[in-house]
Structures are given as C-alpha cells and as structure tokens.
C-alpha cells in the first residue's frame, strides 16, 4: 500500500467497491479522453489509486457531459449545485443512484438517532434542481419516518404536534442552521418532543470542536441535540454526527477521503487541508478524487460515541474563500461566525470586493436598531481585535441595501457572506 495517513480507511469491502467505482468512472470520456484511462483498465494497487490526478469543479464545469457514464436513457435526474463559489454545476443521477442517496441518507439519519416511526421536518427546499431536499426525504422514506416538507419557512410548527407518530413521538428537525434559528423565533411553538435538530450548509462547531454561536442558539430554543452533517451535491456521500459524536462520521461503504495540501499531498490527521472524496457507488457520473473546494480537519482516534471511522471537522472555509487582509489569512466562515455571536437576529451580509492596489477587503453590512448600535460597535471591535487581530469595517444600513448586495453574487441560498472579488 502507498505511504499515507489514508491507509487505515481501506477495508477489504472499501477497497472492493472502490474498484467497481473505478470501472465505471473509466466508461466516461472524460477519464478515458482527458485523464487517459483506458476502459479495459484495472486499479491494481492503492498507491495506483493514489496517483491519479485531481478531479476538480472546473473539470466538472468544462466538460460535463463528458462525465456521463451510462447512456441518457439511463437518467431519471439531473440536479445543480448552488454554485456559491462559481458557476453551478450540472449532475445526472440514475435509478441506481437515488437508490444509493437513500441508503446514504437513512445510515446518516439513523446516526442521529431518528427510527421507524419518528417523524423528519425537512425545512429544505426540493425545488431548483435542489438535491439536499429530496435526498432527506428519501433517507426517511427508507428509515420508515414520517415526513413534512415544510420548507425554509418552518410555517406553523405548533399544530404539528396532533399529527399521529409511533410510539416514541419524536420529531427531528433538518434545514440550515441560521435560517432553523430565524424560523424558530418566529414560530408560534414548537413540537413537544424534539430528538435532535440537523443543521446542513453551516458548521455548528468552532475548529476545536466546541458549540459555536448558531450551535447554542438552537439548543436554546430547542433543548434537543444539535446535530451537524456534511456532504456535496457532486458527491451525495454524507458524513454524519450522532448526540455523543465529535465531528462527523465517514460513511466507509459509500466514500473514499482525503486531506490535502495545496501541493495535493496529503496532509497528516488533525491537520486541516482539501477535502477530497472519491464516492462509492456513483453510477451515472462517477467520480475519482473529487476536490470539493472545502477546508476541513480529518480526525482518526476513536470518537466519544465509540466509533473509529474518520470524522471530518467542521468545514473551515472554502479554498476559493481565503482572505487576506493586513497579513493575517482569514477564512470567511470566521467572520461570519463572529458577526453572528455579536449581532444574533440581525439581518447581515459580509461583503469581498478590492481595494485600489488589488487587495482583498471586507465590509459587513447589518441592519441594527439605532439605540444598540454603538454598544454593539464596541462589542464587535474587541472581539474582531482578539479573534481576527484586525478591524473589518462594520456599516449600518437598511434591509434594502442588504437585498442589493446579495443582488451582486445570485444564489438560491441565503447567504452571509458575499464575495465580489472576481
């Protein structure tokens, strides 16, 4: 086997569909035309597995019909990432694979503690070519959950709690944290019985794994686990946190992953680097060494709940993403998650652009009641000197110019934070 921290997540059932990935990966013209593999071609050893080339978004982006391997006739879905940090990015599922985003999603349900029986609000939107949505709805379909799809707007969660369950009555909750946060204040009540809400998109803990801002204020409202989950639209491959987790689980039967440095060499656990997944199982557009463009920290020792499957750490922030601003390297999920500790309710947006000389710059934009302002301002300076050792600029302004600024980079999520740098 190749010399790499990697080794040990290499089970003998891992490694076997691995290799049927492999075969199905090589039927698409792009490994065959741009990667030069050869459809007759076998993975003989890990250290050869090791060797072949990222697959990055662009490659995605640039050539995506050409990752299709299996006749058209064979799609009965196409999705599209959001595309945050570029343009969105096209995927075909087969039957095949929304048979496998079931699994995936129930094995990742299950892990937080939901059963036959329990019911799963899905506060995630199945429009769009929004894949997030159906693949939770699947996953409980298969667990044997009973579903609501209330969407974003978490629209009268009260009367939920008169809709029959088995014997347990546990709702669990799924949707993204800060907009979860938002719809819980507005809410006119809560269903009784909370097992555990599932936070997506966001990272609910800091980079030492402790409850970040947005963490707390669910398990405030709720007094329910808070519970983080991981995984990309090109991938479909979840890594999933139970109550007594520290990070989330690798799923072995459905992903290869690495951690890489800016030199695509893998980087030692503990150590934060690329996220690369290579997803077990794929059919219609397989993939190898997929380079998610997210930063994050592998974590191999045994985890609290008594696990040793590798957990992925809270997503730093994304490679594309990376700030620098008076020689200090800043991911923007750092400033988002102060902004939030000091500004909690307040309608915000982080804005990137360049200064004259080309260099990156911060603004962030909050719509704060006039009479809290200058606390808060000085708040905000004490804990960005600590925190970030410099001072971004922090304008008050109306909800307009907010909506004007998001207006600058169009996205189907509600976002924080917006870069205008490119």
């Known amino acids: 086997m190749a010399s790499t921290p990697y080794q040990t997540i290499f089970s003998p059932v891992q490694w076997a569909r691995l290799q049927i990935q492999f075969q199905q990966a090589v039927k698409s013209p792009f490994y065959r035309r741009h990667v030069g593999l050869k459809q007759t071609q076998k993975l003989k050893s890990v250290a050869e597995f ?60 299950r892990l937080a503690g939901m059963r036959a029986g329990d019911g799963l609000i899905i506060a995630v939107g199945m429009d769009r070519l929004f894949v997030a949505g159906l693949a939770y709805w699947l996953g409980a379909q298969k667990l044997g959950a009973v579903c609501l799809r209330s969407g974003p707007a978490l629209v009268d969660l009260s009367s939920i709690s008169i809709t029959p369950l088995g014997p347990s009555g546990r709702w669990f909750i799924i949707g993204v944290p800060s907009l979860l946060g938002a719809g819980f204040r507005l809410a006119d009540g809560l269903p009784p019985h909370i097992g555990g809400v599932i936070g997506i998109g966001e990272s609910l803990c800091d980079a030492d794994l402790n409850p970040n801002t947005i963490c707390r204020i669910l398990q405030d409202s709720t007094h329910a686990p808070v519970l983080s989950t991981y995984a990309s639209t090109e991938t479909c491959s979840t890594f999933a946190q139970g109550p007594q987790c520290r990070a989330n689980h690798l799923n072995p039967r459905m992903a290869i992953i ?79 998650d102060l902004v939030r500790k000091v500004y909690p309710g307040m309608d915000t947006a982080i804005l990137a652009d360049r200064d004259s000389l080309g260099g990156d710059r911060i603004t962030i934009y909050v719509v704060c009641p006039a009479h809290r302002r200058d606390m808060l301002k000085k708040r905000f300076d004490r804990a960005a000197q600590s925190q970030l050792k410099w001072l971004p600029p922090v304008q008050y302004c109306q909800a307009q110019a907010i909506t004007e600024i998001r207006a600058l980079r169009p996205s189907r999520k509600a976002t924080i934070f917006i870069d205008a740098r490119y």
């Not at 299996?70 to 570029?86: F, L, Q």
């Open 50 to 109: 090791f060797r072949l080339p990222i697959t990055t978004k662009a490659d995605l982006v640039n050539n995506n019909l050409d990752f299709l391997a299996v006749d058209a006739a064979c799609i009965c879905e196409w999705v599209t990432t959001s595309g945050t940090t570029g343009k969105p990015v096209r995927i075909a599922l087969s039957k095949r694979d929304i048979q496998r985003l079931a699994e995936n999603e129930a094995a990742a349900l």
């Open 258 to 336: 690495e951690i890489l440095n800016d030199r695509s060499h893998p980087v030692a656990p503990g150590t934060p680097g690329r996220v690369v997944i290579t997803p077990l199982g794929q059919h219609a557009m397989p993939l190898l060494r997929f380079d998610t463009g997210d930063i994050a920290t592998l974590y191999t020792d045994r985890c609290p709940c008594g696990r040793r499957t590798p957990r992925l750490g809270p997503i730093l922030g994304r490679a594309a993403q990376l700030l620098k601003i008076q020689g200090v390297s800043v991911f923007a999920t750092a400033i988002i």
